[in-house]
């Protein structure tokens, strides 16, 4: 059977049951976020309002996912029943989004010029796909990420 899985491996989309991964009041801010898309005349306070709703919505798809992508790794690689495993795994989870976070701020700053030879750097070395252990951050730049 393995012999017949050669091909790499595709990105798939996570499907998830709408009705029961939200709580209702979630559904709620779902639902009022759509009833705003067809208005024309809308007032620029219910564009605020609005606003804050994405916003909020927004928070809870990425601590949807979060938590998906969190319990999918650690079932993988660990004993997801295990007080242990889960600490350590979340220990080097949130060091790791604390230290991507750090990482692309800074990137975010570089102009256009750093960008292009950075990227030509890539290509010239060969490193495209190829990565290495990179040394930690050392601030506090995500702490909105610790603990769940």
């Not at 595709?10 to 559904?27: G, L, N």
């Not at 928070?59 to 790794?73: P, Q």
């Not at 795994?89 to 230290?99: G, K, Q, T």
């Amino acid at each position: 059977m393995s012999d017949k899985m050669t091909e790499e491996p595709q990105e798939r989309a996570i499907v998830f049951d709408y009705e029961a991964s939200f709580t209702d009041s979630e559904k709620k801010l779902f639902e009022k976020i759509v009833e705003f898309q067809g208005d024309n005349d809308i007032t620029i306070q219910e564009l605020d309002a609005q606003f804050k709703l994405i916003i909020k919505a927004n928070e809870i798809l990425l601590r949807y996912g979060k938590c998906t992508l969190k319990n999918i790794t650690l079932s993988i690689i660990g004993d997801p029943d295990s007080e242990i495993d889960e600490w350590f795994f979340n220990l080097h989870f949130y060091n790791f989004i604390s230290d991507l976070l750090h990482c692309l701020r800074r990137v975010h700053t570089w102009n256009e010029k750093d960008k292009e030879l950075f990227l030509k750097d890539l290509k010239n070395n060969d490193m495209k796909n190829k990565y290495f252990r990179c040394p930690r951050a050392t601030d506090n730049s995500a702490e909105n990420w610790e603990g769940s």
